[in-house]
């Protein structure tokens, strides 16, 4: 799966966009990216993924590069309960080993008031 | 529809005490999977079960053994613990559908090895 690259910590004032950027310069044709989110050591939760076109869905949307090489996680109005660690992810689907996920440090952010 | 349950939620052994880490998930889901989080660091996994009757070993194996009993329960045995062993464990599970799917976590359990 490729390396993924994002920044350590952001910031966000609440009612306000929260854009996390990911590097995954040395993605491959197959890999998808997927983004989950880690709120105070609970377990993870999956938010989104995509391969090549935008996604969204009723908790964010994923704007991909149209060279894949980087994405960008967009919470569009984030709220003090959007704190948390986000992951994003690069796999390639695999039906021998389901839904493997290789996770990196992420980054923590936090919404103020 | 409780999703991935864990037990137990918490638990302190002595070095070379054994245990087992029990996981439960009811959304018949064909892959699940045991990962560790250690403090300020991403998940890593420990072993996966692709499918019912198979378990395959992940990043960190070592120390570890699980047994998929069947298609809802996986579990984790430590043989005998070690410090290098607290962590908090997180057990998940998805649909084998191409890969492309949404892995489900449980709240994790909090192992403490004195």
Sequence with gaps: DAKTTQPTSMD????????????HSTISGNE???WYRQIHSQGPQYIIHGLKNNETNEMASLIITEDRKSSTLILPHATLRDTAVYYCIVRAANTNSGSRLTFGEGTQLTVNP | NAGVTQ???FQVLKTGQSMTLQCAQDMNHNSMYW???DPGMGLRLIYYSASEGTTDKGEVPNGYNVSRLNKREFSLRLESAAPSQTSVYFCAS????????EAFFGQGTRLTVV
């Design chain 2, 35 to 37: 990962y560790r989080q």
């Design chain 2, 94 to 101: 998805s649909v084998l559908t191409g890969g492309n799917t």
């Design chain 1, 32 to 34: 998808y990216v997927y």
């Design chain 1, 12 to 23: 966000c004032a609440e009612g306000r966009a929260a854009n996390l950027p990911c590097n």
């Design chain 2, 7 to 9: 037990t137990p939620k």
